[in-house]
C-alpha cells in the first residue's frame, strides 16, 4: 500500500502535540478552511507518493521522538494507509496524534472510523475557523477543534477530551509548517 505525503517526515516537532515529535505530513485536503496556512497540501495529485514499507523503516530508525503526529493536508482521505501505519507505529510503543478537518462524529460515519480510533491515542478534530482562531489554545488552530481522548472515547463510547490540554494556555507558536516539502 502506498501513501501521499506532502514532506518528508520532520523530526523534533514541539507543537503538533504533547512531548517531541514526528510529523507525517499527508497530500490532499478538500476542507478548504479559509486562513489555511498548510494550502501547499490541498492538491490531492501533490506531494509524492511512498510505499508504507518504506515509511515504517524510517519511523523505526527514528531517535528521541515521543510520538507520531499525521497531519496534513487531512490524512483521514488515506485512511486505510493511516490506519495501516498506526498499527505499526503501536508496536514501537510510540503515541499517535491525528489532526484532521472532519469532526469526531463525522469520522465515526466513516467505513474505518472505529478501527482509526482504536489505532490512535489523540485525535484533534474540525476544520480551521478563522473566527474562532486562538492564540491561547496549545495545540489547536480555532477553539472550535477538539484534543479528543480516542482510548477513553472507546472505553466509554462517548466523546472524552483531554480537558487538561483544552483549558491550558498556549506558550508555543501555533503553527509549524512542514519543511523539505515537495512542490
Ligand atoms: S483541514 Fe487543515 S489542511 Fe485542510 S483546509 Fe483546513 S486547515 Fe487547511
Known amino acids: 500500500m502506498k501513501i501521499r505525503l ?73 485512511i486505510e494507509a493511516v490506519i495501516e501505519l498506526a498499527k505499526y507505529i503501536k508496536t514501537l510503543n510510540m503515541d499517535i496524534w491525528l489532526y484532521t478537518g472532519f ?21 484533534v478534530d474540525g476544520k480551521y475557523e478563522l473566527a474562532k482562531r486562538s492564540l491561547d489554545a496549545p495545540f489547536r488552530g480555532s477553539t472550535n477543534q477538539r484534543i479528543i481522548d480516542c482510548k477513553k472515547t472507546v472505553l466509554e463510547g462517548k466523546l472524552v477530551l483531554v480537558d487538561d490540554l483544552m483549558k491550558k494556555r498556549n506558550t508555543q507558536p501555533l503553527f509549524q509548517k512542514p519543511e523539505g516539502i515537495f512542490i
Open 6 to 78: 506532502a514532506s518528508t517526515l520532520q523530526s523534533d516537532s514541539v507543537v503538533d502535540g504533547l512531548g517531541i515529535r514526528t510529523v507525517i505530513w499527508t497530500q490532499g485536503c478538500a476542507h478548504a478552511c479559509p486562513g489555511c496556512h498548510n494550502k501547499q497540501t490541498h492538491n490531492f495529485d501533490g506531494g509524492v507518493e511512498f510505499e508504507l514499507e518504506d515509511i515504517k523503516k524510517e519511523i523505526s530508525n527514528l531517535v528521541g521522538q515521543t510520538g507520531i503526529t499525521f497531519s496534513g493536508g487531512d490524512p483521514l482521505y488515506q
Open 103 to 123: 469532526t469526531y462524529e463525522e469520522v465515526l460515519k466513516m467505513p474505518l472510523g472505529k478501527d482509526l480510533l482504536n489505532s490512535i491515542d489523540i485525535m
